[in-house]
T-cell receptor, first 114, second 114 residues
Framework: EPEVTQTPSHQVTQMGQEVILRCVPISNHLYFYWYRQILGQKVEFLVSFYNNEISEKSEIFDDQFSVERPDGSNFTLKIRSTKLEDSAMYFC????????????FGQGTRLTVV | AQKITQTQPGMFVQEKEAVTLDCTYDTSDPSYGLFWYKQPSSGEMIFLIYQGSYDQQNATEGRYSLNFQKARKSANLVISASQLGDSAMYFCAMRQIRDDKIIFGKGTRLHILP
């Protein structure tokens, strides 16, 4: 069964460093998302991406964050200068097409900023 | 503004019993989708079931069913014949057709007792 895959599963980085979280969405999906979940808290929307551009973003998604679809398969989230409070589980998700189709999530990348 | 409310932070249920996890939502959009996701201790987000706002029948998926009461704006998840492997965090979520983001409730942690 096709699935969303994320790498790495766990990343530790020093404060101030740049990190890139990688995702391979399901191949025939057109809408892509990043969410984050701070430990023990709710899942928060960061950004949605369609047709090679951001379609919606939350106030969390400030200038430190960017997304890219560098080729036909990868979807990346970059955090330019990590802060301690960026420590969280980051989920990538994708869904097929318009309408209210379900989104499928990757297994997450746990980012720890030290 | 759209909102998801899960009022049960935690539940303990005996194995083999049925369990109902509560979810209410608020939206002004007539077209929306409702989702339930399971998050086991390993952290991944597993899609369980989807209900569209215009669907005439309640969604079912194996042991999962969604008790959709549109007038009351509730979308409770029912798990029949619970199993030890059902112990996890469960999130109710919603997407309005005009938005491109899914918002999540705070979750209910379900513990199945042997």
């Amino acid at each position: 069964e096709p699935e969303v895959t994320q790498t790495p599963s766990h990343q530790v980085t020093q404060m101030g460093q740049e990190v890139i979280l990688r995702c391979v969405p399901i191949s025939n999906h057109l809408y892509f998302y990043w969410y984050r979940q701070i430990l023990g808290q709710k899942v928060e929307f960061l950004v949605s991406f369609y047709n090679n551009e951001i379609s919606e973003k939350s106030e969390i998604f400030d200038d430190q964050f960017s997304v890219e679809r560098p080729d036909g398969s990868n979807f990346t989230l970059k955090i330019r200068s990590t802060k301690l409070e960026d420590s969280a589980m980051y989920f990538c998700a994708s869904r097929k097409t318009g309408g209210n189709t379900e989104a499928f999530f990757g297994q997450g990348t746990r980012l720890t900023v030290v | 503004a759209q909102k998801i409310t899960q009022t049960q932070p935690g539940m303990f249920v005996q194995e083999k019993e049925a369990v109902t996890l509560d979810c209410t939502y608020d939206t002004s959009d007539p077209s929306y989708g409702l989702f339930w996701y399971k998050q086991p201790s390993s952290g991944e987000m597993i899609f369980l079931i989807y209900q569209g706002s215009y669907d005439q029948q309640n969604a079912t998926e194996g042991r999962y069913s969604l008790n959709f009461q549109k007038a009351r704006k509730s979308a409770n998840l029912v798990i029949s014949a619970s199993q030890l492997g059902d112990s996890a965090m469960y999130f109710c979520a919603m997407r309005q057709i005009r938005d491109d983001k899914i918002i999540f409730g705070k979750g209910t942690r379900l513990h199945i007792l042997p």
